[in-house]
Structure formats: C-alpha cells, structure tokens
C-alpha cells in the first residue's frame, strides 16, 4: 500500500480505538488501513512512535499528525519530536487555535 499523505489527529483515533474495542466484537472501522495494524500503548510517546512506525513500514511518504493539546501536556514534547526524527524528517510543525500541535512527517530520504 502506499499512500502520498495522510492525516492523523492522534486524539480520534485513539478514542475511536478504545470505544470500537468496549463495543465492537471485531474489526475497527479506521480512515486509513495501515491503522489496522496498529495497537495504542498506555504510554502515549510509545503509542505515537509506535503508530509512525507502521505508517513508514507501509509506504506512507508523509504524515500530518495532530496531538492535541490535551495529549500534549501527558507529553515530553523534546523526547517525542527526537524520537520522530529517528523516523524521519519533521517537515513543518505549528500550532492551530485550540493549541494542538501539527507535525509535517516526511518518511521518504
């Protein structure tokens, strides 16, 4: 599969995860396939890394992640945006109105 740009708000689709597990018997109805493959991890920085690294896995060349200001302060942003870049290149990072960060992932090298 591969996939020019994708766009994930971290906070939905892990809420999506969650209410789909309480009340679905099986499979989740994701935006995106390779979402299928993902399981989130109780410690948010592994869940994201972990979410990243199956997009890269599966061809996806560039990413928008958006983690919400809620998320972010559960966050070490430095440790996240260093373990981003371990993936790939952060091509652009800003902040919207309701103070959510949006990471530009580059996948490709």
Do not use: C, Q
């Not at 990413?63 to 200001?69: A, F, G, H, T």
Request: no cysteine; proline share 1%.
């Amino acid at each position: 599969m591969t996939v020019e740009k994708v766009l994930i708000d971290y906070e939905k689709i892990r809420r999506n995860y969650d209410n789909t597990l309480t009340s679905t018997a099986r499979g989740f109805e994701n935006l995106y396939d390779f979402l299928d493959y993902w399981v989130p991890d109780e410690n948010d920085h592994d869940s994201i890394i972990n979410l990243l690294k199956i997009a890269k896995d599966e061809n996806i060349k560039s990413l928008e992640l958006i983690i919400s200001n809620k998320i972010k302060s559960s966050l070490d942003i430095n440790k996240l945006e260093n373990l981003i870049f371990a993936l790939g290149n952060i091509e652009n990072n800003y902040l919207s109105n309701d103070l959510s960060s949006h990471y530009l992932i580059n996948f490709e090298n």
